[in-house]
């Protein structure tokens, strides 16, 4: 129940201050909620706790990509924040869809068998993926011709 608590709030908090617009530059704004969802990390790593010594280091694994992309898309999103160029937002769109597929691996390694705590960690890691995809459609609305571009050139 705590869990579920924890992420109603988070993605509450997102919201309200998405919502609000708090800050003329979207860019700083979700640069600074990034460590939201790092902050729900840890609950995942407790509900890992419990698993089979295998589960639990596929689910650390994963947990550790997750972190690791999350902290590479606040550094990039600070990098386009002091340098906003093409380059720059082509580099927060690639940093945005690795954190999303950090957060797809984290999830395929959460098919425990334990129902319990596999409901628990998917609840976790399905409200940081919302929360993300709102977050990177907030910083991405505001540069659609660049974004287009950007996407162009990665494929």
């Known amino acids: 129940m705590r869990t579920r608590s924890v992420i109603l709030l988070g993605l509450t908090l997102l919201g309200v201050l ?9 860019t700083q704004v979700v640069a600074q909620l990034i460590p939201v969802i790092a902050g729900l990390l840890p609950i995942v790593a407790g ?6 010594p295998g589960e639990a280091a596929a689910v650390t694994t994963a947990q550790g990509l997750v972190s690791t992309a999350l902290k590479a898309l606040q550094d990039v999103l600070k990098e386009y924040e002091s340098n906003p160029n093409d380059t720059t937002l082509a580099k927060v769109t690639s940093a945005f869809a690795a954190a999303h597929d950090n957060l797809a691996e ?17 609840a976790i890691v399905n409200g940081a993926v919302s929360t993300l995809a709102m977050l990177e459609a907030n910083v991405l609305q505001k540069h659609p011709q660049t974004v287009a571009a950007a996407q162009a050139a990665q494929s």
């Open 18 to 26: 998405m919502l609000t617009g708090c800050s003329a530059n979207p």
């Open 47 to 52: 509900a890992a706790a419990a698993l089979a």
């Open 106 to 122: 984290l999830l395929k390694a959460a098919a425990v068998k334990d129902v319990k705590t596999a409901t628990k960690i998917t």
